[in-house]
């Protein structure tokens, strides 16, 4: 069973880079496509995108312009980096397996200075 | 973009007792691209139910998903316990992918 482990700061500064990986265990990165997901008090649940393991990625259009999904099929990891943050960025960031198919614990990310 | 209303929006209910759930659509969405997902407080959501109605794996059957077009609703025939949490429908069906506001379950 596919297990998702999920790393990166959890403090950003406003208009900097907000990085994080999902490393998955149990199962082979190419087996699946994966999916970035946040969730905030003010806005709920909110698709980020999704990203193939051959490269296509599928992007929230509010987001588009400041996102980037990447795949490591090496290290069985994914990335997402998002830029120009402010505090409205501030969510729990979760990866999941397929469009929602396993989730991983998610990781609070705060944008303050 | 898709929006999808979760009603109502908080019940107050007693174990053992049947609860249905609904989600409207803004749009039609496609059976095979809409989900129902339950979280715990402190916990990540987890898949109950995909294809409208699928349970995923380990899943008890007491969770019935149904519905098509603009309408879809979860079925708990018999709440357990564990069963009082926040529950969130989810569209993936077109991008970009949408979830509802949730309706949560408490205990009465």
């Known amino acids: 069973q596919v297990h998702l482990q999920q790393s990166g700061p959890g403090l950003v500064k406003p208009s900097e880079t907000l990085s994080l990986t999902c490393s998955v265990f149990?199962?082979?990165?190419?087996?699946?496509?994966w999916t970035w997901i946040r969730q905030s008090a003010v806005k709920g649940l909110e698709w980020i995108g999704r990203i193939f393991v051959h490269g296509d990625t599928n992007y929230n259009p509010s987001l588009m312009s400041r996102v980037t999904m990447s795949v490591d099929t090496s290290k069985n990891q994914l990335s997402l980096k998002l830029t120009s943050v402010t505090a409205a960025d501030t969510a729990v960031y979760y990866c999941?397996?397929?469009?929602?198919?396993?989730w991983g614990p998610g990781i609070l990310v705060t944008v303050s200075s | 973009e898709i929006v999808l209303t979760q009603s109502p929006g908080t019940l107050s209910l007693s174990p053992g007792e049947r609860v249905t759930l609904s989600c409207r659509a803004s749009?039609?969405?496609?059976?095979?691209?809409f989900a129902w997902h339950q979280q715990k407080p402190g916990q990540p959501p987890r898949l109950l139910v995909y294809g409208t109605s699928f349970r995923a794996t380990g899943i008890p059957d007491r969770f019935i998903g149904s519905g098509s077009g603009t309408d879809f609703i979860l079925t708990i025939t018999r709440l357990e316990p564990e069963d009082f949490a926040l529950y969130f429908c989810h569209q993936y069906f077109t991008s970009p992918f949408t979830f509802g506001p949730g309706t949560k379950i408490d205990v009465k």
């Open positions: 149990g199962g082979s990165i190419n087996d699946y496509h």
């Open positions: 749009q039609n969405v496609n059976v095979h691209n």
């Open positions: 999941a397996k397929k469009d929602g198919d396993g």
